[in-house]
């Protein structure tokens, strides 16, 4: 396919910072399961910066090299997992978690992407308004029965759809942890869509209208001030993206860590119960380095009796990723597993028992990678840890 006829979105200004220094290079997890060139931040600008000249660099023409969307290039700018490690260590400070978004949903426009996992996901989501094929009757089965489902919520706790479908027990967690807070709660039920993360990270945009737009008119129609959600994806997505799609929602966004945090700084939300471990915290792409939220988790962990809190070399902004983002485990998930394997290693060097982090999909491949590893550490939710910290505290045994 020449590319004579095909125009680059506007990212030209990012193509002219490039320096071409290569500080993203070892940062850059894709490229430790795939060492090629082409794979590193730099080789897929200096791809791009080829198809922008259409071919008329001087090697390219000394060696009458035709420039092409060759399936080896789409290959290589989704074997990516948007973590946005390249960006905080570029010199030249490209807005690099943008420009590969940007890039991917211009492949799709030209019809030769997203990757055969994101358009059956696409397909699934346009379908039935989630990604893993499953009933919107069944959306919020997950809900705890012991929580009353308040009719006027102050609060609207979004599930998610890892949360809804696969990992129901963290939503669960939170809600219950929530309710002990004496929060009136309640969840959009089958007007839950995809928040469409899955879908806009990998290229695809034409669900974001439909999925933000059903989601901001059922949670303002329920009055609630506040919405929740323990899934770092969907709060970026919701918190952030809506408005480009639709509009924002009418309730403030939280992660669940910051709602928490603000529950036991106003003395509403009891610590009864001890967590005597020794813990690491692994900061979610979505959460730390997209949306600026570091301090939240941390304060929650160091407010828990008993906790001793031991931060990884890579950590915060520099967090290495779990290896679970940008459609890169559902298309290349072997290597998405070998990723999250490092990731236990860096945990098991602090000498951790458990794994604490805040992204159901994050707790599901950390813990594929600590089961492949044969590590003994325990990867957590904090909803997880909390609703054990949180729960009644037991009355001494009598003698």
């Known amino acids: 396919m020449m590319l004579t006829k095909y125009s680059l979105p506007r990212v030209q200004k990012a193509l002219a910072q490039c320096l071409q220094c290569g500080y993203c290079i070892s ?44 399936p080896e290039f789409v290959d290589a700018m989704y074997k ?36 055969s996992a994101h358009k059956a996901m ?49 939503a669960q967690a939170g809600v219950i942890v929530l309710n002990r807070a004496g929060v009136k709660m309640n969840c959009l039920g089958d007007k ?11 290229g695809t945009t034409t669900e974001s209208m439909e999925c933000s737009e059903t989601v901001v008119e059922k949670a303002d129609g329920m009055g609630a001030k506040d919405m929740v959600m323990t899934c770092s994806g969907c709060y970026k ?44 915290y692994h900061d979610p792409c979505h959460l730390g380095r997209h949306s600026g939220v570091f301090d939240a988790p941390r304060n929650v962990i160091k407010k828990i009796k008993g906790a001793e809190l031991v931060e990884m070399e890579r950590s915060r902004e520099n967090s290495r990723c779990c290896g679970a983002g940008g ?15 490092e990731r236990i290693r860096d945990a098991e060097a602090t000498g951790a028992e458990i794994l604490i982090t805040c992204c159901p999909f994050c707790v599901l491949n950390l813990t594929q990678g600590a ?25 001494a045994p009598k003698e």
């Open 80 to 115: 990516c997992t948007g973590c946005g490690n390249c960006e905080v260590v570029c010199h030249a400070h490209i807005n690099l978690i943008e420009l590969w978004e940007d890039m991917r949903a211009w492949l799709v426009k030209n019809g030769v992407g997203p990757m």
């Open 122 to 170: 696409a397909e699934k989501i346009h379908n039935v308004h989630n990604p893993y094929g499953e009933p919107p009757s069944k959306r919020d089965a997950w809900w705890p029965a012991e929580v009353e489902r308040a009719k006027a919520p102050d609060t609207i706790f979004f599930a998610g759809c890892t949360g809804s479908y696969r990992m129901q027990h963290i």
């Open 327 to 341: 459609g890169y485990k559902s298309q290349f998930n072997d290597f998405a597993t070998a990723v999250a394997m």
């Open 237 to 280: 997505t919701v918190s952030t993206d809506f408005g480009r799609f639709y509009a924002r929602v009418g309730q403030n966004v939280y992660h669940f860590s910051q709602y928490v945090e603000k529950l036991i700084a106003a003395k509403k939300l009891p610590l009864n119960n001890e967590f005597n471990h020794k813990v690491t």
């Open 371 to 395: 089961k492949k590893l044969g590590s003994n550490i325990k990867v957590m939710d904090l909803s997880q840890v909390l609703l054990e910290v949180t729960a009644p505290k037991q009355a």
């Open 192 to 202: 839950e869509y995809c928040c469409s993360s899955p879908l806009l990270r990998t």
């Open 27 to 70: 940062v850059c997890e894709a490229h430790s399961q795939t060492p090629w060139e082409s794979v590193t931040p730099r080789g897929k600008i200096y791809y791009i910066k080829t198809i922008d000249t259409n071919g008329m660099d001087v090697v390219d023409k000394m060696l009458n090299r035709k420039v092409e969307l060759s």
